[in-house]
């Protein structure tokens, strides 16, 4: 979002970036040209009784920043997110368009808010979708106003481009269960075992991220006896070094919106691979033309590996079509459709 936001303010738009946080930890650089607030109102989980309050805190706290600067348009991203600034926005004439950011027919709410969802985003304006599947989950609360707009990536400097030399595969994200490391952790082990009778140098398997999931991954690792080669370091800023260093890229989620870890490595041109159960990748990576689509298994996860491993003249020849996805997916397109977006919602709403 902070990309999105420094790109409409160069359009001389005047863009003010409210966050829910306090605004000390963030992932991506703010342009100067845009104003933050950080409203510094998340509670880690919150008791049960503290629930209620922290959310009618929350909403006050959303409805008195968006009022003070009375501006034309909301743009909120996010699910959660989305039903709070619908819910503080109820009885203003504000207009609020959503962007949802992942994909809602795997990614449950849970009962209630799954029940609000569906009550308040029809309130909103206009609902963005990453994917034309996402598009079709969300249709039946918002039918006629749900406008597909993809993720976008910038191209790659030459400096971070991969040039596959380091014999490893990297993985990018938040170490959650919905992100499927332990799958990957397990096809690695598999393909190690098999590997090193057959290939002359090990490889590593490096996954850049945090989460609530570190340390069972971590125990994984040491029970299939590939510790030695499993790397965690966390988040890593600037991200660009891990795509030059890696030789292969696996995004081993269960599901995905519009993964942009993915848009990064292929930009990158590293050679990738997906699996079919993500409706944001396959959106993204041809099969056999950039990329390589995998069953939504452990085994075929290793096979996909390996086929690529054993076969550097392939991996030159799909990560020279890879680096095509930033003409494909560019920033002047994503920016200018949601630019149109933005003001027809201003116009109508005036």
Known sequence: MARLAARLSKRSHDVVLVTLDDGLHDRHELSASVRKIALDVMVDRPSPLAKLPNLLRRLRAIRRAVCREHPDVVLSFCDRTNIDVLLAMIGSPIPVVISERSDPEHQQLGRFWEGVRRRVYPRSARVVALTSSIAETLSPLHRDRIEVIPSAVDPVASEYRSQREGNVILGVGRLEQEKGFDRLIDAFAIFAQQSGKRLPTPWTLRIVGEGSQRDSLQRLANSLGVANSVEMP?????????????????????????????????????????????SGAVEIIKHESDGLLCDDNVNALCEAIKRLTDDPERCAQLAAKASEVSDRFGWESMVTRYEAVLRECCVGAR
């Open 234 to 278: 966390g988040w890593v800023r600037p991200i660009e070094p891990e795509y030059a260093k890696a030789s292969l890229f696996v995004l081993p989620s269960h599901y995905e919106g519009f993964p942009s870890a993915l848009l990064e490595a292929m930009a990158a041109g590293l050679p990738c691979i997906g699996m079919r159960c993500q």
